[in-house]
T-cell receptor, first 115, second 110 residues
Framework: GAGVSQTPSNKVTEKGKYVELRCDPI?????LYWYRQSLGQGPEFLIY????????DSGLPNDRFFAVRPEGSVSTLKIQRTERGDSAVYLC?????????????FGPGTRLTVL | TQLLEQSPQFLSIQEGENLTVYCNSS?????LQWYRQEPGEGPVLLVT?????EVKKLKRLTFQFGDARKDSSLHITAAQPGDTGLYLC??????????FGTGTRLKVLA
């Protein structure tokens, strides 16, 4: 399919472990976003890439969270020393710009559970 | 910190009823988007409004952006079970940075 894909779909880990979450954006989309969504809440902005660089990382909660997009396509969100409070659905979106309309296309998310 | 508060938080109605969901902030946004999200999926964009006072219609859905670009509403006419989902507003808070609202969970009963 041509949509945004995220792997794994589910990740269960233990407190203190390191995890990586992967996002494959729609081909050709230069902008990529990571959000975190807790149950019943709206997505919380984490970081936005334009190409390979992080244009805005103001939403990363602390230095345990880091994201990369080395070739301007696939992105990886990395969480060190996971805590139970990190449990959430992590959403990735890629964006195209067409005229005055900016459309973000979201993946299905990775559900992270920290035990 | 820019916040978008949505009301109501939950809404359960019968098929055929009308409803309005509100999205309010004390901050001004350059544009505002509405999304619908179903369980296990990411949000799907419904509409983008960019001009204060703008009204857009999408079949039975009517979206309005407040004159001051601080608030928005979504009105659904004759709701159907297929409208069930989590409705989210999102304001553009900086250049291509989006802040999402708290969400309204709608359930339409047949």
């Amino acid at each position: 399919g041509a949509g945004v894909s995220q792997t794994p779909s589910n990740k269960v880990t233990e407190k203190g472990k390191y995890v990586e979450l992967r996002c494959d954006p729609i081909s050709g989309h230069t902008a990529l976003y990571w959000y975190r969504q807790s149950l019943g809440q709206g997505p919380e902005f984490l970081i936005y890439f334009q190409g390979t660089g992080a244009a805005d990382d103001s939403g990363l909660p602390n230095d345990r969270f880091f994201a990369v997009r080395p070739e301007g396509s696939v992105s990886t969100l990395k969480i060190q020393r996971t805590e139970r409070g990190d449990s959430a659905v992590y959403l990735c979106a890629s964006r195209q710009t067409s005229g005055t309309t900016d459309t973000q296309y979201f993946g299905p998310g990775t559900r992270l559970t920290v035990l | 910190t820019q916040l978008l508060e949505q009301s109501p938080q939950f809404l359960s109605i019968q098929e055929g009823e009308n409803l309005t969901v509100y999205c309010n902030s004390s901050s001004v946004f350059s544009s505002l988007q509405w999304y619908r999200q179903e369980p296990g999926e990411g949000p799907v964009l419904l509409v983008t409004v960019v001009t204060g006072g703008e009204v857009k219609k999408l079949k039975r859905l009517t979206f309005q952006f407040g004159d001051a670009r601080k608030d928005s509403s979504l009105h659904i006419t004759a709701a159907q079970p297929g409208d069930t989902g989590l409705y989210l507003c999102a304001g553009e808070a900086g250049t291509y940075k989006y802040i999402f609202g708290t969400g309204t969970r709608l359930k339409v009963l047949a």
